[in-house]
C-alpha cells in the first residue's frame, strides 16, 4: 500500500469516527481556529476550514471526553536526535494532521465555564521539506568547515504525544458558546534522515555519509485556540 493511499484511509476514517461520535454520544461541537507555536520553531496556522475540536460528551457533571482534528500549515519544526543541535528548525513546512483525546475536568459557573484538560494525541506529517540553509548552518558550526552543503532525505510517519492545556468558555445562549484556551503538546515522530553533507575549508572538500537513524520531528510547543461551540443537547 502506497503512503498516499495509506493517508487518505487515515483521514477518511478519522472524519468517520469523529461523525460516529458526535451522532452517537454528541453533546458539544466546536469549530476551532488553533494556532501553534513550535518549540525552536515558526508559528503556524491552521488550514481554513479543515478544524473541527471539541467533538465529546459527558461522562458526570464534573468530567467530560473530547476529541477532533486540525489540519496543520507547519511552517517549521525542529528535530530531536541529532549529534548537534539548532535553535532554528530544520524541518518545514509541511502538512501536519493532529488529531487529540482530552479527559477534561469541567466548573460551570453563571454562563460561564472553565476547564482543564490532558491526555494524548497523534499526529500524521506528509509533504515533509527539509530547511536546507537552517541544517548547512547548524552543520557548519558543528564540523568547522567554512562551508557546508547538505543533501539530506527523511521519512513521514505517524508521531504520538501528551498534552494539557486549559479552556475558558463563555456561554451566550443556551446552545451557543465562544471558547479561549492554551494546550500543551510534547510529542515526536521518527524521521530517519540519511543522506550526505559536502564541507569545504582551506584543506579542501569533503563528503561525508550520515545516517541519523535516532532522529525524531519534534512536535513540541503551545497552542492557542479560539472557537464557536454549538450544544446539541
Not at 477518511?12 to 460516529?20: E, G, K, P, Q, V
Not at 459557573?109 to 494525541?121: A, C, L, S, V, Y
Not at 527539509?130 to 539530506?152: C, M, Y
Amino acid at each position: 500500500m502506497t503512503y498516499n493511499k495509506l493517508r487518505i484511509i487515515f483521514f477518511a476514517l478519522t472524519l468517520n469516527l469523529l461523525t460516529f461520535s458526535h451522532t452517537i454520544f454528541g453533546q458539544e461541537l466546536g469549530v476551532s481556529f488553533s494556532y501553534f507555536l513550535p518549540k525552536d520553531g515558526y508559528f503556524s496556522i491552521p488550514i481554513s476550514p479543515f478544524s473541527l475540536r471539541g467533538v465529546g460528551f459527558d461522562l458526570t457533571r464534573f468530567l467530560a471526553v473530547e476529541t477532533g482534528f486540525t489540519l496543520y500549515r507547519i511552517s517549521g519544526l525542529n528535530v530531536k536526535g541529532l549529534p548537534f543541535e539548532s535553535k532554528k528548525p530544520l524541518i518545514g513546512p509541511n502538512f501536519t494532521l493532529l488529531i487529540p483525546l482530552e479527559g477534561i475536568i469541567q466548573f460551570s459557573g453563571q454562563n460561564m465555564e472553565f476547564r482543564m484538560k490532558g491526555g494524548g494525541f497523534l499526529y500524521l506529517p506528509f509533504e515533509t521539506k527539509i530547511i536546507e540553509g537552517n541544517f548547512d548552518r547548524a552543520l557548519k558550526s558543528f564540523t568547522g568547515f567554512d562551508v557546508v552543503n547538505t543533501d539530506l532525505s527523511s521519512k513521514n510517519k505517524v508521531g504520538t504525544g501528551i498534552q494539557f492545556g486549559v479552556e475558558l468558555v463563555f456561554y451566550f445562549a443556551k446552545q451557543f458558546g465562544v471558547s479561549i484556551g492554551g494546550n500543551y503538546f510534547i510529542g515526536d515522530s521518527d524521521l530517519d534522515l540519511t543522506g550526505s553533507y559536502t564541507g569545504a575549508d582551506s584543506s579542501g572538500i569533503q563528503t561525508v555519509q550520515v545516517d541519523y537513524s535516532e532522529s525524531k520531528l519534534d512536535f513540541t510547543g503551545f497552542e492557542i485556540s479560539l472557537g464557536i461551540i454549538f450544544n446539541t443537547q
